[in-house]
C-alpha cells in the first residue's frame, strides 16, 4: 500500500467512525461531503412547496400543479393514539395530498452542484391514508416516490435536463401492487404567456410509468390505519454520467441497469441545477400522507 | 438559533363557494399564527365571514372564536391572528347561493 493509500484509508476511517458515533448520522451511509442532513425537528430544511409555473395569471398553471398545498412538520397525531412521533425526534415533514382519487403533492428542496460526480440520497419515511375509518386502508394510499431534477454546466456538452423518478406503487384501483416503478417519459412542453422564457410540462403524470425489473417489495404497514414504521431508503446518482448507481430500500438491494431517466433539452435556464422532490398520490377521495423523519443528501466532491 | 418561522400556501387560486375551507395543516410548533385571506379577483354575490377552525385530529373542526369578512374585492386581504390552538388549523367560509371568491390563503407561524 503506498503512503498516500493508507492515508487516505486512515480518514476513510476516521469520518466512518466519527458518523457511526453521531446518534444523528449514525443510521445513514453518507458520501465523504454531507451536502444536507434534514432533521425535520429542527424545522422545514429548506423543503417547499413545488409551484407550477406561470405566466401572468395562475390560471395557467397546469392542475397538476396548481394542487399542491404546502408541506407541514407533523407528530404524527392520531385520534386513537395521540402523537406517533418521528425516529428520535416529535417531529416529520408531512407531505399530504387533498381528499380526491388521483390527487398528488410534492415537497422540493433546491439546490446546485458543484461537481459533476456521485450523490447519494437517503431518508427514513413513511405513508399512511388519512385515519377517517375504522380499518387498515391498505390500499388507500396509490404511491409515494421521489424525483431529482437535474441539469449539467452551462459549458458542458451533454447538459441535457435529467429526472430521475422512482415510485413506489402501493395499489392502483384497490390492489395492493407494492412495486417500485421508473419513468422516462412526461407531457409535452406547452409556453406560457407571450415572452418565451416560462415553459411547463407535467413529468408526474400519471401516464408512462414502467416497473423496475425485480422491483416487487413488500414494505411493514402494520395493522392500523395509525401505527406506521419508518423505512430506509437510498438512491445513488452519477451527475457524470447522469445514470442511476444504487436503490435500496429496508433490506433490498435493486438492481438498476433496467433504470433510466427522463431526458428532456437543457433549458436556459437551469444550469448545475440539483432539486429533489418527494411526493404522496392517493388512490380513493382520502388524503394520503407521506411522512419524512429525516433525509441526508451527501456527494463525493 | 433563530426561532422557526414559516409561511405556508394552503390553497392558491381556488374558488370558493358553497362551504369552503382550506386544507388541514398541522402547526403544533408555532405559538402564533397570522393567516391571510386574499382575493385574487373580483369576488362575486354577498361576501360571508370566514373563520378560524381547530380540530384534534385534523378530521374533525371547531370554530376557534376568530372571524373576519371575507375579502370584499379582488387583491384586498383579511388577517386572522390566532394565538392558542393546539395542532390543527384551517380557514372555512359558508358561501350563499350565487357567491363565491377565488382565494389565496397563507398561514404564517411563528414559534
Sequence with gaps: MKPDDTTGAMAEAVRRAILRADPALSRFDPLPRIISHDDFSRGYCGWTQLVGNYEDDLDTMLPGYAQHTSAMLSTLGHWDAGSHGGMDSSYALKIATRPRAGAQNVAIKRHTFRKRGPIRFETYFTFKPEASALKLGETDVRAVGFLFDLQGGDRDGDSDRVMPHLRFLNAENGAHVQKWQFKTETTPFRVLGNTNKTFTHYHLAPQGWRDLPGGGQRLCYNEIPTKVNWTYLRFDFDLASMRATGFQCNDRVFDMSGFDSIRIPAMKNLWCMLNFCMFAETDVDKRAFLYVDSVCISGDF | ?111
Design chain 2, 1 to 111: 438559533m433563530l426561532p422557526e418561522n414559516i409561511t405556508a400556501v394552503v390553497a392558491r387560486n381556488e374558488a370558493w363557494s358553497g362551504h369552503a375551507a382550506s386544507e388541514p395543516y398541522e402547526a403544533g410548533w408555532a405559538r402564533e399564527a397570522v393567516i391571510f385571506v386574499r382575493a385574487l379577483k373580483e369576488p362575486e354575490g354577498v361576501q360571508p365571514s370566514c373563520r378560524v377552525e381547530i380540530s384534534p385530529d385534523g378530521m374533525h373542526w371547531v370554530p376557534e372564536g376568530t372571524s373576519a369578512p371575507m375579502p370584499a374585492a379582488k387583491d384586498a386581504v383579511v388577517a386572522l391572528r390566532v394565538g392558542h390552538f393546539g395542532n390543527w388549523l384551517r380557514v372555512a367560509a359558508d358561501f350563499g347561493s350565487g357567491a363565491r371568491s377565488v382565494v389565496l390563503v397563507t398561514i404564517h407561524l411563528k414559534s
